[in-house]
């Protein structure tokens, strides 16, 4: 390994590039914005925003990855929710592009769109460090119309979720006589129908299919991307994704 760069034969691969932040600038812009996470039980967490400029509410939940992030907010069981991340640094490597793989699913990410409606952190990076990193965490919530929330103690909202079980919850952009917007319960909506799949796909697996090739049928409910990868690289088989309520009876 050495030798290849030593002779020039070995080529690293090419860094993406992400405009390098103003730390101090950003810290500024973030402090002219403050906002908060409301429990509808009562607990007010103080922070500022990062991500989109809208208030939103939804069910809070938290999530205890160390890293994963953009796997985490592509993740269709999180629709309609909150996304607490207790891990405290969150960030810090920024995104990845939305490239796709040779069966046309994008390669850093486990759905088609960030499914929470918001997120919160306890330290937002607004420097983002990776070779793959084409944005950053707020510039990709802006982008989905995703509001986020930093500076707020995601412990101690942990250990409420923990003892009583998720919570209903708004995040509120503005001073604290902001009012909080209508309290919103993903569980009273048909949340398969809106991450199900719309028309049916038929994927190939990577080493081709013959007629000895079994084919698997599979209703979508919320499927993460990795499961389609999963039959069609490991499993080697052909794969029909249908939607909830496609008729599979005939």
Known sequence: HLAAMSTGAFAPPPLATVPVADEFAEWEA????????????????KGWNFG???????????????????????????????LVMTYPLVGNYGVPDDSLDEHGLPQHFEGAKIY??????????????????TRSLAQWLEQHNVPGIFGVDTR????????????????????????????????QRNLVAEVSIKEPKNYEPSGGSDDKTPLILAVDCGMKYNIIRFFLKHLQVKLRVVPWDYDFSA
């Not at 973030?30 to 967490?45: H, I, Q, W």
């Not at 003892?163 to 209903?168: F, H, I, K, P, T």
């Not at 708004?170 to 909080?180: I, K, S």
Request: hydrophobic share 40%; glycine share 8%.
């Open 30 to 45: 973030a402090a002219a914005k403050p906002a908060e996470l409301r429990l509808k039980s009562g607990e007010v967490f």
């Open 52 to 82: 989109a400029q809208m208030s939103v509410s939804g069910e809070v939940v938290f999530a205890t990855g160390m890293v994963g992030y953009p796997e985490s907010l592509t993740d269709p069981s999180f629709a309609g929710q909150i």
């Open 116 to 133: 929470p409606v918001a997120v919160v952190v306890s330290e937002y990076s607004f420097t983002a460090s990776h070779y793959s990193a």
């Open 156 to 187: 101690s909202i942990t250990k409420v979720l923990r003892e009583r079980g998720s919570a209903l919850g708004a995040l509120v952009l503005g001073p604290a006589n902001t009012p909080t917007p209508a309290w919103d319960d993903p569980n």
